[in-house]
T-cell receptor, first 113, second 110 residues
Framework: DVKVTQSSRYLVKRTGEKVFLECVQDMDHENMFWYRQDPGLGLRLIYF???????EKGDIPEGYSVSREKKERFSLILESASTNQTSMYLC????????????FGEGSRLTVL | EDQVTQSPEALRLQEGESSSLNCSYTVSGLRGLFWYRQDPGKGPEFLFT???AGEEKEKERLKATLTKKESFLHITAPKPEDSATYLC???????????FGTGTLLAVQP
């Protein structure tokens, strides 16, 4: 069964902490994405990557960075967490040419105090 | 501005009561329209892709249709296990990125 695995389902961090969210996919997909989901705002794209060591900004990249050292792994980094980054974070992957047919992970619910 | 709007925001149905969810879009150069299902506390699960007006796709009690301005997700004789949030997304527009709607929360009561 194909899978996108996010390392942490629930995290609680303090303002100013550095936060790492890890995502691994086992489908050999080229494309990987990080979204955040907030009530009333829907899914918003933070960063995406079409290849190893490649990254592109999405619609709301401020306060975030990403790393893709291996094809199967895409990490989201919050350099200095703030309370307005409290959200559900969703990682997704898709094969080349299948940009709209995303496979999502279970999500990581981050609370920043 | 490229936009995707879903309606209603929430819908409560009795088991067996058929209905439709709407996804309207204002995107130039549509490349694809996608429906997802999301259960509480989980990531969205892909359901359908529609590429051109007149196209239809079916899966169990769900049927998705597409016109030049909107898509409908028809639910026939729903069951409680169909309760979820249904998301619509559109690929196209100026940036060719995927734009998500805010979803319709469907509750089917036994």
């Amino acid at each position: 069964d194909v899978k996108v695995t996010q390392s942490s389902r629930y995290l609680v961090k303090r303002t100013g902490e550095k936060v790492f969210l890890e995502c691994v996919q086992d489908m050999d997909h080229e494309n990987m994405f990080w979204y955040r989901q907030d009530p009333g705002l829907g899914l918003r794209l933070i960063y995406f990557s079409y290849d190893v060591k490649m990254k592109e900004k999405g619609d709301i990249p401020e306060g975030y960075s990403v790393s893709r050292e291996k094809k199967e792994r895409f990490s989201l980094i919050l350099e200095s967490a703030s309370t307005n980054q409290t959200s559900m974070y969703l990682c997704a992957s898709s094969p080349t040419g299948g940009a709209g047919e995303l496979f999502f992970g279970e999500g990581s619910r981050l609370t920043v105090l | 501005e490229d936009q995707v709007t879903q309606s209603p925001e929430a819908l409560r149905l009795q088991e067996g009561e058929s209905s439709s969810l709407n996804c309207s879009y204002t995107v130039s150069g549509l490349r694809g329209l996608f429906w997802y299902r999301q259960d509480p506390g989980k990531g969205p699960e892909f359901l359908f892709t529609l590429y051109s007006a007149g196209e239809e796709k079916e899966k169990e009690r769900l049927k998705a249709t597409l016109t030049k301005k909107e898509s409908f997700l028809h639910i026939t004789a729903p069951k409680p296990e169909d309760s979820a949030t249904y998301l619509c997304a559109v690929e196209g527009g100026a940036t060719n990125k995927l734009i998500f709607g805010t979803g319709t929360l469907l509750a089917v009561q036994p």
